[in-house]
């Protein structure tokens, strides 16, 4: 069964600091893995979004790195800001080999504070 | 752009009433989807649709319907609502798989949040 695990559940930190978001799937076959940020009351909104030949991206403040093999991702946010606070949700998509659609399994987030 | 909008944004329903969401997208997206997002579960997919005139069944789709009548508009119904069925509701879109560089990227909407009593 395709599942997505982040770690951790929920974080807090003092505005200014680094943290790191952890995400582990068993999704198979791989086409890609995002990053999505969820405030409180709003929709999802997509960070990054990586391949299989993709080891890292960035967007702004926020790095995220994959490694394919060992089937782990991670969410670097530098240099936090009280606006990073909100939800940070993990989703791979399978690779669909026919029809349409999609096959995204979605983590269950990590919450993260950012307090002063 | 507007980009997607749902309405309404909030909703209380008693046992048994029917009502219908409505999704819209302003960005001529070929693939729509509607999802229900619960505490402590991911986001979980009711129906989806790959284009206008087609729908088909997500992950959990017991007790709604949908239909996609215009490209732009994809409506989830439902027909006897349940306690089981208070949750927010998402709507998203993408382009269409295969379109390059676009990843099937969703965009999502902003929610209903719906309470059955």
């Known amino acids: 069964k395709n599942q997505v695990e982040q770690s951790p559940q929920s974080l807090i930190i003092l505005e200014g600091k680094n943290c790191t978001l952890q995400c582990n799937y068993t999704v198979s076959p791989f086409s890609n893995l995002r990053w999505y940020k969820q405030d409180t009351g709003r929709g999802p909104v997509s960070l990054t979004i990586?391949?299989?030949?993709?080891n890292t991206k960035s967007n702004g403040r926020y790095t995220a790195t994959l490694d394919a093999d060992t089937k782990q991702s991670s969410l670097h946010i530098t240099a936090s800001q009280l606006s990073d606070s909100a939800s940070y949700i993990c989703v791979v998509q399978a690779r669909v080999l026919t029809g349409g659609g999609n096959k995204l399994t979605f983590g269950t987030g990590t919450q993260l504070k950012v307090e002063l | 752009n507007a980009g997607v909008t749902q309405t309404p944004k909030f909703r209380v329903l008693k046992t048994g009433q029917s009502m219908t969401l409505l999704c819209a997208q302003d960005?001529?997206?070929?693939?729509m989807y509607w999802y229900r997002q619960d505490p402590g579960m991911g986001l979980r997919l009711i129906h989806y649709?790959?284009?206008?005139?087609?729908?088909a069944k997500g992950e959990v789709p017991d007790g709604y319907n949908v239909s996609r009548l215009k490209k732009q508009n994809f409506l989830l119904g439902l027909e006897s609502a349940a306690p089981s069925q208070t949750s927010v509701y998402f709507c998203?879109?993408?382009?269409?798989?295969?379109?390059?560089?676009?990843?099937?990227?969703?965009?999502f909407g902003p929610g209903t949040r719906l309470t059955v009593l």
């Open positions: 998203a879109s993408s382009l269409a798989s295969g379109t390059y560089g676009s990843y099937n990227e969703q965009f």
């Open positions: 990586m391949t299989f030949s993709e």
């Open positions: 649709s790959v284009g206008e005139g087609t729908t």
């Open positions: 960005m001529n997206h070929e693939y």
